[in-house]
């Protein structure tokens, strides 16, 4: 009975040091949220007005220089592709400018509904486009034929019943 005692106490000992060690519940409580935590990640720094429509401008974004060892295409010259760039970059920067030009302009819908005249009388419902602001378009899609140009105005005049303009 010793032999049988001590066996099982034995075997007991060394199957206990192959169980895992409980571990000590971790806490699920964040330290930091998680969005400082994303910003952390970058450089931003919100001090500068980056996030202002037009901070491209203030930021130093230039095309880099040609080198001896630059890329020139076959046909150009060094001089004739770094004035093909900058007159690449000038025109980005050109239309940049004008879209920040127009930035925060807006129609605003009271002055719109206004004009319109649908808050003192409905004439705009039997009017052609129903108080609608129309866009002007390149070309004349009425189907009538027509020699002069949209821009001047001529072919905009229709003829009355009596064959007279």
């Given at each position: 009975?010793?032999?049988?005692?001590?066996?099982?106490?034995?075997?007991?000992?060394?199957a206990?040091?192959?169980?895992?060690?409980?571990?000590?519940?971790?806490?699920?409580?964040?330290?930091?949220?998680?969005?400082?935590?994303?910003?952390?990640?970058?450089?931003?720094?919100?001090?500068?007005?980056?996030?202002?429509?037009?901070?491209?401008?203030?930021?130093?974004?230039?095309?880099?220089?040609?080198?001896?060892?630059?890329?020139?295409?076959?046909?150009?010259?060094?001089?004739?592709?770094?004035?093909?760039?900058?007159?690449?970059?000038?025109?980005?920067?050109?239309?940049?400018?004008?879209?920040?030009?127009?930035?925060?302009?807006?129609?605003?819908?009271?002055?719109?509904?206004?004009?319109?005249?649908?808050?003192?009388?409905d004439?705009?419902?039997?009017?052609?486009?129903?108080?609608?602001?129309?866009?002007?378009?390149?070309?004349?899609?009425?189907?009538?034929?027509?020699?002069?140009?949209?821009?001047?105005?001529?072919?905009?005049?229709?003829k009355?019943?009596?064959?007279?303009?």
């Open positions: 009975m010793k032999v049988t005692s001590v066996l099982i106490a034995a075997s007991v000992a060394s206990s040091a192959f169980v895992p060690a409980p571990q000590t519940p971790q806490t699920t409580q964040l330290n930091e949220s998680i969005f400082r935590k994303i910003a952390n990640l970058d450089l931003w720094e919100p001090v500068k007005n980056s996030n202002e429509y037009g901070a491209r401008n203030n930021k130093n974004v230039k095309v880099g220089q040609l080198t001896e060892r630059s890329y020139v295409p076959l046909g150009l010259t060094k001089a004739q592709y770094e004035k093909i760039r900058a007159d690449e970059q000038a025109k980005k920067a050109a239309n940049y400018q004008r879209n920040v030009n127009k930035a925060g302009k807006f129609l605003d819908y009271t002055e719109f509904y206004l004009a319109r005249g649908t808050d003192l009388k004439s705009w419902y039997n009017a052609p486009n129903r108080g609608h602001r129309m866009a002007k378009t390149k070309y004349d899609w009425s189907g009538e034929k027509n020699d002069a140009p949209v821009w001047t105005g001529v072919g905009n005049i229709k009355k019943a009596g064959g007279k303009k």
